[in-house]
């Protein structure tokens, strides 16, 4: 992997990246809370192949990012329904975390994905997201099967992301990543709970009509929200890069 664009390092440009130096590329501020979004688009702007899964456009050195980004975070933060689409599992650890993040399933109708529900031995807790307006029975059912403690809800009719992630580092979970999909990434930037996106572009051209990476309402609308370049890489003609969102 080699860098494009490193403003800490302007003489950068063109040095290979070492493993750990990759590690630490993606390394999270060490104190306060943060919030990163890891996101991957088409060339052509479609966060999912043809089979609707982000899965599909991955390319291995996303996949290797992806993981460092897995292992620095506290949390991660997905939607009910992209656990259901993606097959999420709780988090497993690894060499370089062996204390796994808890995966957080944001979800409006309290429903718990199956992913949350049947933990494998060794991986990280689970927590559920909701809000008010899932109703007591939705409520109890996923407290039955979670516990009391990691069902939080957060807003009423709606889920409130800004309060959920004040209780998430309430826990002392404060390096969250959210991962998605386009709806809940829109959601927490208009919230103004995004402080970083991790985009990577594969070289792919796939067409038809699929969802570009943000999704919901027009941010900010007209001028959007601005977002800073911080690091940019590239392998085998994927790009990736880390964008500071500007509050």
């Known amino acids: 992997m080699r860098i494009l664009l490193d403003p800490r390092r302007p003489a950068s440009p063109g040095a290979t990246v070492s493993a750990t130096e990759l590690v630490d590329l993606y390394a999270p501020p ?4 943060w919030v990163r979004a890891n996101m991957v688009s088409t060339v052509d702007g ?3 192949g043809a089979d609707g899964r982000s899965g599909s456009v991955n390319t ?3 996949h290797r990012v992806f993981g460092i980004l897995r292992d620095h975070a506290d949390a991660v933060l997905a939607g009910a329904g992209t656990m259901r689409n993606e097959g999420y599992r709780r988090v497993a650890p690894t060499r370089r975390s062996p204390v796994p993040a808890t995966l957080v399933a944001v979800t409006r109708s309290g429903r718990v994905p199956e992913g949350l529900r049947t933990p494998a031995e060794g991986r990280g807790p689970g927590v559920l997201v909701t809000c008010a307006a899932a109703g007591e029975q939705a409520l109890a059912r996923a407290r039955s099967v979670l516990g009391e403690e990691s069902v939080l809800v957060c807003g009423d009719d709606e889920v409130d992301l800004a309060a959920a992630v004040d209780r998430l580092a ?4 404060r390096h969250v990543l959210v991962e998605g999909g386009p709806s809940l990434l829109g959601s927490a930037l208009a919230a103004g709970v995004v402080d970083e996106m991790a985009v990577t572009i594969a070289p792919l051209v796939v067409g038809g009509d699929g969802p570009r990476i943000v999704g919901g309402a027009p941010l900010a609308a007209p001028e959007g929200v601005t977002a800073t370049p ?5 392998e085998a003609g994927t790009l990736l890069g880390l964008w500071r969102i500007e509050h």
């Open 30 to 33: 060490p104190r306060g809370r």
């Open 46 to 48: 479609s966060a999912t």
């Open 60 to 62: 291995r050195a996303d």
């Open 170 to 173: 309430e826990r002392g979970l």
């Open 230 to 234: 911080r690091l940019l890489l590239t």
